[in-house]
């Protein structure tokens, strides 16, 4: 076999073969194929797209690079959850122990955050003394004892993908359905869960701008789980706004842990509520509707909030913080605030600009290799369909004396969009498909 050929051929629109895709795949991660080989052949993929075949033969190779997590050691049904990432999502915090209080076990393996997303891993270590790093056996003793656990991810699985995604993200390579589909199954697979909600997110803080190519790319996800014989649902949700009125580690905490006493009723929270119902369902132990009923009763009578102070203190966290947030939780007490200047209503929000302006104030990391601070972020008033006055406040920054505001807030700015009319019902919408 030749790369080459297999270049040729994909590039003239044909099909590579399970032998070839397994080929290219193998033959790179042991360094015999160069990066500039397997970067043409991305492009030919990016222009040319893959089969469904194409794409699972694709999703297993890298699978069967690295690592499988094996979850046989927690008892009863393990259901997963993954959102392919925005702005302001906190939803693993609330969701978790709301499925938990149905009897489901949540055993996570989560990220840190890149860019202009923040990563559940840095979210949960804003709680004060919570430990993400923990051993196999804390982390099956944790998911036993009290239904959930969420650890950052040290297993080292598809490192296949770990490779050819650095190579896709300085080709841009990056937004084609097939790549990002198998890369992201790839690392989902990896993981032995009885099934998989899958959060696939559209707009203008998402991978995919449009609703036609998310529900392409949810479609894509799900036939590559189902041909593995994985039990999947997908939502195609609403990232045209951050989600939840937070953005920022210990903010977003602090709208976690409101929803899961039910002390607030927003986006945030119904998505959520919408998640865990989907993956009560999945296990099979009830239906959507009735998951959907229990869980409520389970946020009005406490036993979420119970569920998750037990969590947070079998992970070394300070399970007070809880019951007062904003006393345990490091909030910076440096505000500014973002003030309308014209009437009208909120008709566009950059999502994606909303995230950087946080990264900006030290809640994210543009590299790596940079240091977040859990103490700022960005507190939101006005969303998308909201009237605003001039002299109101549309949303406050909190930021540090290190990093100032002035950059995060001209960014923020610029992600507004204020006119006379009211936005299209579909911007708001939070769940279209
Ligand atoms: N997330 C991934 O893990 N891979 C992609 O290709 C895109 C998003």
Redesign the pocket.
């Known amino acids: 076999m030749r790369p080459y050929d297999i270049i040729v051929k994909k590039r003239d629109g044909g099909i590579n073969t399970k032998e070839e895709i397994k080929y290219m795949i193998e033959k790179y991660v042991e360094g015999k194929i160069p990066d500039y080989q397997i970067a043409s052949w991305l492009m030919a993929i990016y222009f040319k797209h893959m089969t469904s075949e194409e794409r699972y033969n694709l999703t297993m190779t890298m699978l069967e690079s690295g690592d499988k997590v094996d979850l046989s050691a927690i008892e009863g049904k393990k259901i997963d959850k993954h959102s392919?990432?925005g702005v302001g999502d906190k939803t693993t915090i609330s969701l978790a122990p709301m499925v938990a209080s149905i009897g489901l076990k949540v055993s996570k393996l989560s990220g840190r955050g890149l860019g202009h997303t923040g990563g559940t891993v840095d979210k949960l270590e804003a709680i004060p003394g919570f430990k993400t790093a923990l051993s196999e056996e804390e982390f099956f003793k944790i998911a036993n004892e009290k239904g959930v656990v969420v650890a950052g991810q040290t297993a080292n699985i598809a490192p296949a993908?770990k490779k050819i995604?650095a190579l896709?993200d300085t080709t841009a390579t990056?937004n084609e359905i097939s790549?990002?589909s198998a890369?992201?199954m790839s690392?989902k697979l990896g993981i032995m869960s009885d099934g998989i909600v899958l959060d696939v997110k559209t707009g203008s803080g998402a991978?995919m701008k449009s609703i036609e190519e998310s529900v392409e790319l949810a479609k894509a996800m799900v036939d590559i789980a189902k041909k593995n014989g994985k039990k999947v649902t997908a939502l195609v949700t609403n990232m045209d706004q951050p989600l939840g009125y937070t953005v920022g580690n210990s903010l977003e905490v602090l709208e976690a842990i409101q929803t899961v006493k039910g002390e607030i009723k927003n986006d945030f929270t119904e998505l959520c509520l919408e998640l865990s119902a989907h993956m009560v369902d999945l296990s099979g132990i009830m239906s959507y509707e009735k998951a959907k009923e229990e869980i409520q009763k389970n946020i009005y009578n406490g036993k979420v909030k119970e569920i998750m102070k037990e969590w947070i203190k079998s992970q070394g966290g300070n399970p007070e913080v809880v019951e007062n947030p904003e006393k345990i939780l490091n909030i910076s007490n440096l505000t500014y605030d973002f003030i309308s200047d014209k009437n009208g209503y909120i008709t566009h929000i950059d999502a994606e600009s909303v995230g950087i302006s946080s990264m900006l104030l030290g809640a994210g990391r543009a590299s790596k290799e940079d240091i977040i601070d859990t103490s700022v972020g960005i507190k939101i008033f006005k969303k998308l369909g909201d009237e605003v006055k001039v002299g109101e406040k549309i949303a406050t920054l909190y930021y540090s004396e290190e990093k100032g505001y002035e950059e995060a807030l001209k960014k923020l700015k610029e992600s507004y969009i204020i006119k006379d009319e009211k936005p299209h019902e579909n911007k708001t919408k939070l769940i279209y498909e």
Do not use: H
Request: no cysteine; glycine share 8%.
């Open positions: 392919t990432g993908d995604y896709r990056v790549l990002i890369s992201i690392k991978f």
